[in-house]
């Protein structure tokens, strides 16, 4: 059949003869999802995913390496690494949807942060007040006092507030042999006037795993691939938004280039040097650091995220 038989035939449905016809019989062709909102994502998503190939006039070989980077993703996960999180985290898309689903679904500024690929179920239980430092670690001790209160200024009591940091030597105990399982996590519950308290380390900046395919992309990019110094928070409790947020260290050097675009001005914590004066221990020497913070939860479900790693 010649192209100019195929040209003079009237259209049948289903049928795709040039650029512009595909779309549309994608569309249709999936019209009969049952799920309303899975069948608004998905046509969203051919729509967008389209128009974005023929805003960049997409070639064969761009698209050969766009399914092997997607590929690679999925190879690049393993139990103690999660790649497709470290992706959505450094274009933005975690972030993105974060404010988007807190604050009051984006009317207001919130306390929440992206999770990261790091957060791991299941982190011992420990006394307000306790260590979450469970082998030796470098870096100035630090003292946190954290108190959570409602939308009304009130405490929030037995609220469950899963910590985690990295190593000062840039790992997480779950990227390092050397560190004890569970070493800088720990789940503390908040008392009758919404306190808790712990001992540990001052975080400090660390570079994200570049050995995959995010990495290969941020390098691609000639950009910063730190974080700057943070410490995580994951806050359960019943009747409230589960609030899953970090705070960040106020002198650290790469707050305003932060890889996964993560930080906000309320989640720049005031991290307090001390010298000299009567130490928060026996056992403590100068310098330590104190750190003081509010975290505010809204009311809502309280949901746990899917772990990243096991
Ligand atoms: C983290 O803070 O643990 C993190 C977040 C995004 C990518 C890599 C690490
Ligand atoms: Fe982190």
Request: aromatic share 8%; charged share 25%.
């Amino acid at each position: 059949m010649s192209l100019s038989r195929v040209a003079d035939a009237p259209a049948r449905s289903g049928i795709i003869d040039s650029e512009d016809g595909v779309t549309p019989v994608v569309l249709a062709s999936i019209a009969k999802t049952k799920d309303p909102r899975a069948k608004e994502i998905m046509e969203s998503f051919i729509r967008h995913i389209h128009a974005f190939a023929r805003d960049v006039r997409l070639t064969e070989q761009e698209w050969e390496i766009g399914v092997d980077f997607l590929n690679r993703i999925g190879k690049n996960t393993t139990g103690t690494h999660n790649e497709g999180v470290l992706f959505s985290d450094a274009i933005g898309l975690s972030t993105l949807v974060c404010l988007m689903n807190n604050g009051k679904n984006g009317a207001t500024e919130t306390a929440a942060a992206l999770l990261g690929p790091f957060w791991r179920m299941n982190s011992p239980r420990t006394q307000n007040g306790g260590s979450i430092v469970r082998s030796a670690t470098p870096g100035p001790e630090l003292f946190a006092n954290c108190r959570i209160v409602d939308h009304k200024k009130q405490p929030i009591a037995g609220v469950e507030v899963d910590i985690w940091q990295s190593s000062p030597t840039g790992m997480y105990e779950n990227q390092d042999e050397a560190q004890a399982d569970m070493n800088l996590r720990g789940k503390f519950t908040t008392d009758a006037e919404g306190r808790f308290s712990f001992r540990s380390v001052k975080p400090a900046g660390y570079p994200i795993p570049m050995n995959g395919p995010a990495g290969d992309m941020i390098r691609l990019q000639g950009r910063e691939h730190y974080r700057p110094a943070h410490l995580h928070f994951l806050c359960f409790r019943p009747g409230f938004k589960t609030l899953i947020t970090q705070v960040f260290v106020d002198d650290d050097e790469h707050l305003e280039s932060d890889v996964v675009y993560g930080v906000t001005s309320a989640l720049i914590g005031g991290y307090v040097r001390h010298d000299s004066g009567t130490p928060p221990a026996p056992d403590v020497k100068p310098p330590w650091y104190t750190l003081d913070y509010t975290f505010h939860m809204e009311p809502g479900e309280a949901e746990l995220p899917k772990p990243p790693i096991a």
